[in-house]
């Protein structure tokens, strides 16, 4: 006769009953589970409406912005500026760098073919702004005079 050998498949689950508590123990205890955590990262939130925390100075303490945006400062406004306070201030930006195309403070070659043109027509677009330029260098504060002697001061650096 032939050895058959017999393995044993079963479960601990016997009966019908044991099968629908395994069932509902699948699905309550993850539930159990979360409803826990989430009382453990919200319990410690007891405000009282009328305490410390939820006063008009707290709550505006929280919702202050991070930083102010400041399109342009008054400047001093006890005079004229010079041509190198104006350049520091202002031209500096575009002219230090040589930002979009912007003739760098100092470089001869490229401020010889501008000074060509005439030193009224340099300040005349430093005035009125010219391709990529704006007038005044994008502040309408300065006065024609103010950009004139910037111009000036940094065509005495680029000689």
């Not at 007891?46 to 006063?55: F, H, I, L, Q, T």
């Not at 300040?123 to 024609?144: C, F, Q, V, W």
């Amino acid at each position: 006769m032939t050895d058959v050998r017999v393995e044993d498949h079963s479960t601990p689950i016997r009966t019908p009953q044991q099968l629908v508590v395994v069932v509902l123990l699948a699905f309550l205890v993850p539930i159990l589970l979360i409803v826990m955590v989430v009382q453990m990262v919200t319990g410690g939130l007891n405000v009282e409406p009328g305490g410390r925390a939820m006063s008009e100075d707290a709550v505006a303490q929280r919702l202050k912005p991070v930083g102010d945006v400041v399109l342009a400062e008054a400047g001093p406004t006890g005079g004229v500026r010079g041509g190198e306070e104006v350049v520091k201030g202002v031209c500096q930006v575009c002219h230090g760098a040589g930002l979009l195309g912007a003739p760098k403070i100092g470089d001869k070659a490229a401020w010889r073919p501008r000074l060509a043109q005439g030193l009224s027509a340099l300040h005349e677009h430093a005035i009125k702004g010219i391709r990529t330029m704006p007038a005044k260098g994008g502040n309408a504060s300065l006065s024609d005079a103010e950009v004139s002697a910037a111009v000036d001061y940094m065509l005495s650096q680029s000689k």
